[in-house]
């Protein structure tokens, strides 16, 4: 057979297979109909889930991408300064941001030792014991005194350097400020009532009330606005700002009043005998000025210390108002409030009433007797002092026979009297 | 026979692929009555007439249509795409079957004088089982382009467009399978 016939025989083969009937088998293709149906709603369903699933991941992801989004993009303060609290307690209140302007505000309290950063915003008070210290980046501190409430309002780096700003509510706050070499820092300072604005100084603020603040300059320079006053307060001055009155500067000024090396508070009431001598310290060069009753008794220069030393002299007995002034900037200002002070120059009196006779009779005897209400009185090493109606009572030893009785009488002046008599013991 | 011919040449129109591609029942239902018998019987002559296996490859066909019908462009008809798909499908099928290491498929001769009256043998189904035997042990390629010419009766154009091969491929594909076929059958 050839290959030609053999390629014959199959096609003939193959075409008669061909004209055998073949059919489906009943039911066949209605079952195909359904399968088909059933696996189109089962991709439709499928699809539908894709979607679904595809809608929930974008979703989720938009959320987490705005919720990464919003914590990156949430204001974070950059610079904090530290809290350090060195006795007593300390209240903080506290706003942190959370997300995008969302916020959260505490109040915690602290204890000596513990520690805390401090962003703009947050505000400190110290209890009665309390004192804190706050310690900016640039070096700079602030001591906070008890009972002092203060916030901080402004922490961050500008182009010319870091900007502190702080507000003191109420309360004594002590500055350290310090200039950072590279940068120049604002260091400025709050009061309700004044702005202190400094660069490389130490200064202390009292804040007494809305309407008082005492701010005193002890190293640099102190630039000090209230309203539309505004003065510079240098090293060694200080001020009292008060509402509604000019602001003064005037040296920083301590006094005393020295009774004979016996020193006294200038806020006392003095009542002495002549000599003594107004002591203290103001910063260098200082003309310090005296006067009593208005009237100028007393000038003195502070020397290289700051010390001076203003004698004083009485010419007659009396009751004087006096007040201590000093040359300042804007001239003569007051340095100390009036101190009332009695120059008393008589001695005290004294007389005896009991016993009203020479002879006694015991161990002891009560001396009984007037002076000086508050005089002290001695016998020996026995001693009283006058009530308030001058009336004294003493009981002193006696030996027998005749006793020297040396009896001195010590009023607040300091004047004395000393009377001598004899007693004996039957 | 004109009317079997119509049936046999009968297309799907464009709507209603796009009713298909959209998920539509009625559309769906139109597109098994019109080629499923076709394409149950290009499968049913290549595995040896086992009807259950017949059906098998169609449903896999159908399936496989349905699925990939959002990428029928209309560039070719729908029934030499899904010619094209029920041949991997039979391809496929083979493929597990030699996986499943069958037993060996008995001898296939046939004595050449009893193709004198081939008509009359074909009756026996002897014979039949003998040409689906030589079907299913030549390789796809050869097995399918003869189905579709001498059983299926499509053109040489047709088969291009099935298989993908140029016309040149095609019918030396159908010179060998048929020699090959040849071979199997004992035919000298």
């Known amino acids: 057979m050839t290959a030609d016939k053999t390629e014959k025989t199959v096609e003939r083969l193959l075409s008669l297979l061909a004209a055998e009937?073949?059919?489906?088998?009943?039911?066949?293709?209605?079952?195909?109909?359904?399968?088909?149906?059933?696996?189109?709603?089962?991709?439709?369903?499928?699809?539908?889930?894709?979607?679904?699933?595809?809608?929930?991941?974008?979703?989720?992801?938009?959320?987490?991408?705005?919720?990464?989004?919003?914590?990156?993009?949430?204001?974070?303060?950059?610079?904090?300064?530290?809290?350090?609290?060195?006795?007593?307690?300390?209240?903080?209140?506290?706003?942190?941001?959370?997300?995008?302007?969302?916020?959260?505000?505490?109040?915690?309290?602290?204890?000596?030792?513990?520690?805390?950063?401090?962003?703009?915003?947050?505000r400190v008070r110290t209890d009665a014991n309390g004192q804190a210290l706050i310690l900016y980046p640039s070096g700079s501190v602030t001591e906070m005194q008890p009972d002092t409430d203060l916030s901080l309002l402004e922490l961050r780096k500008d182009p010319s350097g870091l900007v502190i700003r702080i507000k003191v509510w109420l309360g004594k706050t002590l500055h350290r400020v310090k200039r950072a070499l590279e940068s120049l820092s604002t260091f400025e300072t709050e009061t309700p009532l004044i702005i202190a604005g400094v660069r490389g100084t130490v200064f202390r603020l009292h804040a007494i009330s809305e309407d008082h603040t005492y701010l005193a300059t002890d190293e640099g320079l102190v630039r000090v606005q209230m309203g539309d006053q505004v003065v510079d307060v240098p090293a060694g001055y200080e001020v009292d700002a008060i509402a509604g009155q000019p602001l003064r500067v005037r040296p920083q000024v301590t006094i005393y009043i020295n009774l004979a090396g016996r020193p006294k508070a200038w806020e006392a009431t003095i009542t002495t005998i002549s000599p003594f001598a107004i002591e203290g310290t103001a910063p260098p060069g200082t003309t310090m000025v005296l006067l009593a009753n208005g009237e100028e008794i007393a000038r003195v220069q502070a020397d290289e210390q700051g010390r001076f030393i203003l004698p004083m002299a009485f010419p007659a007995e009396g009751t004087y108002s006096l007040e201590l002034k000093a040359v300042g900037p804007g001239g003569l200002v007051q340095v100390a409030p009036p101190v009332p002070f009695t120059y008393d120059a008589t001695p005290p009196s004294l007389e005896i009433l009991e016993p009203m006779t020479t002879e006694v009779i015991g161990a002891s005897v009560t001396l009984r007797g007037r002076t000086e209400p508050g005089a002290i009185v001695q016998i020996g090493s026995y001693q009283t002092e006058a009530d308030a109606q001058g009336l004294f009572s003493i009981e002193i030893p006696l030996n027998p026979g005749t006793n020297e009785i040396t009896i001195t009488a010590t009023d607040a002046a300091g004047n004395t009297l000393t009377s001598k008599f004899y007693l004996v013991r039957k | 026979m004109g009317e079997a011919s119509d049936k046999q040449n009968r297309e799907i129109s464009a709507e209603q692929v796009?009713?298909?591609?959209?998920?539509?029942?009625?559309?769906?239902?139109?597109?098994?009555?019109?080629?499923?018998?076709?394409?149950?019987?290009?499968?049913?002559?290549?595995?040896?007439?086992?009807?259950?296996?017949?059906?098998?490859?169609?449903?896999?066909?159908?399936?496989?249509?349905?699925?990939?019908?959002?990428?029928?462009?209309?560039?070719?008809?729908?029934?030499?795409?899904?010619?094209?798909?029920?041949?991997?499908?039979?391809?496929d099928y083979y493929r597990r079957q030699k996986c499943r290491k069958e037993?060996?498929?008995?001898?296939?001769?046939?004595?050449?004088?009893?193709?004198?009256?081939?008509?009359?043998?074909?009756?026996?189904?002897?014979?039949?089982?003998?040409?689906?035997?030589?079907?299913?042990?030549?390789?796809?390629?050869y097995r399918t382009v003869l189905v579709l010419r001498y059983i299926e009766g499509l053109t040489i154009n047709e088969i291009m467009e099935i298989t993908g091969q140029t016309q040149k491929s095609v019918e030396s594909t159908l010179m060998r399978a048929k020699r090959a076929m040849a071979n199997i059958l004992g035919l000298k």
């Open chain 1, 21 to 122: 009937p073949v059919h489906l088998r009943p039911g066949f293709q209605a079952r195909l109909i359904a399968i088909l149906n059933q696996a189109v709603i089962s991709r439709k369903r499928a699809r539908l889930l894709i979607a679904r699933g595809w809608a929930w991941a974008a979703l989720a992801l938009a959320i987490i991408l705005a919720l990464v989004g919003g914590w990156l993009v949430t204001p974070r303060p950059a610079i904090t300064a530290t809290l350090e609290v060195k006795e007593g307690q300390v209240v903080v209140q506290q706003t942190r941001p959370v997300f995008l302007t969302l916020a959260r505000s505490s109040e915690r309290t602290l204890t000596k030792g513990q520690t805390t950063k401090l962003a703009p915003g947050d």
């Open chain 2, 103 to 141: 037993k060996p498929l008995p001898p296939v001769e046939i004595d050449p004088s009893d193709l004198d009256s081939p008509e009359v043998l074909l009756e026996k189904a002897e014979l039949r089982e003998k040409i689906w035997t030589a079907l299913e042990r030549l390789p796809d390629r």
């Open chain 2, 18 to 91: 796009q009713a298909i591609q959209r998920g539509d029942e009625v559309a769906i239902a139109e597109l098994v009555r019109t080629y499923a018998e076709r394409i149950y019987r290009f499968v049913y002559h290549q595995v040896g007439g086992r009807e259950e296996d017949a059906e098998d490859i169609v449903q896999e066909t159908f399936l496989a249509a349905i699925k990939a019908m959002h990428r029928f462009k209309g560039s070719a008809r729908v029934s030499t795409w899904l010619y094209s798909i029920a041949a991997h499908k039979v391809a």
